[in-house]
């Protein structure tokens, strides 16, 4: 970090003399929907370690497969995740039809991970209830993040026979889900079903799917949800019919889930914005809105971004505008770099890699874990793009994540109103990850009604903390 004397520097001021209130654990998520295929077991000890660190409370855990590679394909992979023989509601008492071996794989890496919750997403249809289906011949828009699947064969993708056994077997599922001591935040139906890749039915089956599902899983006692939209085609129907009819039909709808991989945060940030808004349009203002994977664009050639530095800046940003635009939760990466990259290639997705060792993105989940020592929000005036700034709930210590996820510097004048911090920065950049495995060295600063000026280079994310000292730090706390 370089404290320099710059005029272009834009103002941010930390405001201790208005209300405070507690920022919410935005971080705790991952969307490590089939840990056995990204090739997780056995958990390595310093990965638990570093899930720990970075507060990773619940993983979205699914019954299929979404990888690329030979376990699109038939045989033994396949026959494993075939979870239920049956085909009528009688056949759904009968124990002997289901097999859970995939899913106990699964769980047994969340229990090993010491995870608290998952969020459990139905995404696989059994061969015994397929209204088998040829795969459609993808859209030009979607093929480019397609690149090196291999397609589902039109059976696991495919809406069910019948929706009511489908539902009810679905509900074993999660039973057994609890059964192994794990709390299901909500169920989730399907994975980006707007995509021919991982869904062959129209919208109107889905929703033939959904309702009876999503009533069933009430009336269990289960929230629940959908339909994990891919933010890619048809907002018509995936986004402003499903919620429309949700509403219109008293549908159960805890929770509207979606997707979104852009190039710049503020998109991911104005697109949970406009879901938002339309939920409440609708009289739905008890669903979340929940954004369970998402990142930097996925088109051809950016995968080297997804495990550097550039990718911790872009996440620190996104997270604390998700909150002002009101989404509940989300589960942004995946927990590790999946089995097909040599273990030590590539970074990619994951918040490490297989055996632990932490890519640039953990420290931007460790830094909003470390906020919640200091998570009473302080309002910020000036430029709070990406700022994020809170005290303990004594108004003992100071905590602030600043990011910059442009391609050009960012010079910030910070300032603090009503006391002042003995305090230290630090400055993740890509340098210093492929050097020191974190940040640069801290730099003392004294922040308070005089203004510091500080430099954050393109694509890296800071870090300050410190002791408050003055009286009126311990003001206006709600």
Avoid at 127 to 134: F, I, V
Avoid at 148 to 164: A, C, I, K, L, N
Avoid at 231 to 247: M, N, S, T
Wanted: glycine share 8%.
């Amino acid at each position: 970090m370089t404290v320099i004397d710059s005029p272009a520097a834009t103002s941010v001021v930390l405001d201790l003399q208005r209300p405070r209130a507690r920022f919410p654990r935005i971080h705790e998520g991952r969307y490590e929907v089939d840990p056995v295929g990204s090739g997780i077991a056995p958990v390595a000890p310093r990965l638990v370690e570093t899930a720990r660190r970075a507060g990773i409370r619940f993983l979205r855990i699914g019954l299929g497969i979404w990888l690329p590679g030979p376990t699109f394909e038939p045989g033994k992979a396949v026959a494993e995740r075939e979870w239920f023989h049956g085909s009528t509601l009688q056949d759904v008492a009968d124990d002997s039809l289901y097999d859970w071996t995939h899913l106990d794989r699964n769980l047994d890496i969340c229990v090993a991970l010491g995870v608290e919750e998952v969020l459990f997403n139905v995404d696989y249809m059994p061969a015994t209830l397929s209204a088998r289906r040829k795969p459609p011949k993808l859209p030009r828009a979607i093929r480019h993040i397609a690149q090196g699947y291999s397609f589902p064969d039109g059976v696991r993708s495919s809406p069910p026979r019948d929706p009511e056994v489908f539902a009810a077997a679905s509900l074993r599922a999660v039973r057994h889900v609890e059964s192994r001591g794990l709390r299901i935040r909500a169920v989730e139906l399907w994975n980006e079903p707007d995509l021919p890749l991982f869904y062959t039915g129209s919208f109107e089956e889905f929703w033939r799917m959904y309702a009876p599902f999503a009533r069933v899983m009430r009336e269990a006692g289960h929230r629940v949800g959908g339909p994990s939209w891919a933010h890619v085609l048809q907002p018509e129907l995936w986004r402003d019919e499903f919620i429309a009819r949700c509403a219109r039909e008293q549908v159960p709808l805890d929770v509207y889930t979606w997707h979104r991989y852009p190039r710049s945060p503020q998109t991911v940030i104005d697109c949970a914005r406009a879901i938002r808004e339309l939920l409440d349009r609708n009289g739905l203002q008890a669903t979340e809105s929940v954004i369970d994977e998402w990142g930097y664009n996925l088109h051809e050639g950016e995968p080297g971004f997804w495990g550097s530095a550039a990718m911790a800046a872009f996440m620190a940003t996104a997270l604390v505008g998700l909150v002002d635009a009101g989404v509940a939760a989300q589960a942004g990466g995946l927990l590790c770099d999946p089995a097909p990259l040599p273990l030590d290639g590539e970074r990619m997705l994951g918040l490490a890699r297989r055996n632990g060792e932490p890519n640039p993105v953990f420290h931007c989940f460790a830094a909003y874990e470390d906020f919640q020592q200091t998570p009473m929000r302080i309002p910020v005036d000036g430029d709070p793009a990406g700022v994020l700034a809170g005290t303990d709930e004594e108004s003992t210590r100071l905590g602030v994540i600043i990011s910059n996820a442009e391609d050009t510097p960012r010079r910030v004048a910070l300032s603090l109103r009503g006391a002042e911090c003995d305090a230290e920065l630090r400055l993740l950049t890509q340098q210093s990850f492929d050097r020191d495995g974190g940040f640069e060295p801290a730099v003392a600063l004294r922040i308070g009604g005089d203004p510091v000026e500080v430099e954050l280079p393109p694509r890296t994310m800071a870090v300050v903390g410190g002791a408050l000292l003055g009286p009126d730090a311990r003001q206006v706390v709600v």
